[in-house]
Every structure is written in structure tokens, then in C-alpha cells.
DNA sequence: AACCTGACTTCGG
DNA sequence: TCCGAAGCCAGGT
């Protein structure tokens, strides 16, 4: 099977996301090495989403938001995101400057 | 090989 | 501040 370091990565990068924070599809691209690379992010969330194991439910987009829409998947994410007390303002928007992570 | 698609991001009006 | 359009990357058809 065919195994990309960045790919790689970006799974190594998701499981280091602590309870009760959240990160960005653009930030984890950026923390693998490829800072245009969004998109790979949500293709190794597909596959690993499916494996467990890995908080999927902590990825979002940069506008603090859930990218998935009701009925698939969205309320189940924002679920788990309450369930670690992440707030969602009236807008159902997460505040980015509290709530994401820092990298490390 | 060309075209389409996606749990995105950024920039300009 | 909000919305549309364009840019990006890789896998699937």
C-alpha cells in the first residue's frame, strides 16, 4: 500500500490535538509541510475517520466553523466538541482565538 | 490524459 | 462584514 510521509504526518499531527481544542485544516497542512494542502487533510481524515482512533471532530475550517452539513456528520462533530467544552457562539461559530491549538 | 470533486483558504468588491 | 470567484492539491472516474 502506498504510504505518504505528509500524509503521514498529517494523521501524527491530528492525534496530537489535546482534548478541548481545535485546529484548522489549513494549520494542520501547514504543521505537515505543505501549507496549500487543505484539502489533503480532509482526504486523510476520510480514511482514518474510518479506522478510529484519531479526533476527527477537532479538525474544522478557518472561519471556526463545521465544514459538514446537517445530517452528515455536523451535529454529531458539534456533539463532541461540546462534549470537551468548546463553546459555539449564537452562530454556531467557535472562537479560533481561544479554542485553537498552538501547534507544537 | 482530461475532467470532476471535495469536511479548504484567500482575496477582492 | 458578507459573498462570490479563483487558487490549490491529490485521488477517482
Same mark, same amino acid.
Given at each position: 500500500?502506498?504510504?505518504?510521509?505528509?500524509?503521514?504526518? $498529517?494523521? &501524527?499531527?491530528?492525534?496530537?490535538?489535546?482534548?478541548?481544542?481545535? %485546529?484548522?485544516?489549513?494549520?494542520? %497542512?501547514?504543521? %505537515?509541510? *505543505?501549507?496549500?494542502?487543505?484539502?489533503?487533510?480532509?482526504?486523510?481524515? +476520510?480514511? &482514518? &475517520?474510518?479506522?478510529?482512533?484519531?479526533?476527527? +471532530?477537532?479538525?474544522? *475550517? %478557518?472561519?471556526?466553523?463545521?465544514?459538514?452539513? !446537517?445530517?452528515?456528520?455536523? !451535529? $454529531?462533530?458539534?456533539?463532541?466538541? !461540546?462534549?470537551?467544552? $468548546?463553546?459555539?457562539?449564537?452562530?454556531?461559530?467557535? *472562537?479560533?482565538?481561544?479554542?485553537?491549538?498552538?501547534? *507544537?
Amino acid at each position: 500500500m502506498r504510504v505518504d510521509s505528509f500524509y503521514e504526518l $498529517i494523521v &501524527s499531527m491530528i492525534k496530537k490535538i489535546p482534548s478541548g481544542k481545535v %485546529a484548522t485544516y489549513g494549520q494542520i %497542512a501547514a504543521l %505537515a509541510g *505543505n501549507p496549500r494542502g487543505a484539502r489533503q487533510v480532509v482526504r486523510a481524515l +476520510h480514511a &482514518s &475517520s474510518q479506522r478510529d482512533g484519531l479526533p476527527w +471532530h477537532r479538525v474544522i *475550517n %478557518a472561519k471556526g466553523q463545521i465544514s459538514l452539513q !446537517e445530517g452528515r456528520g455536523y !451535529e $454529531i462533530q458539534k456533539k463532541l466538541l !461540546e462534549s470537551e467544552g $468548546i463553546f459555539f457562539d449564537e452562530q454556531d461559530k467557535i *472562537n479560533l482565538k481561544v479554542y485553537m491549538w498552538k501547534g *507544537n
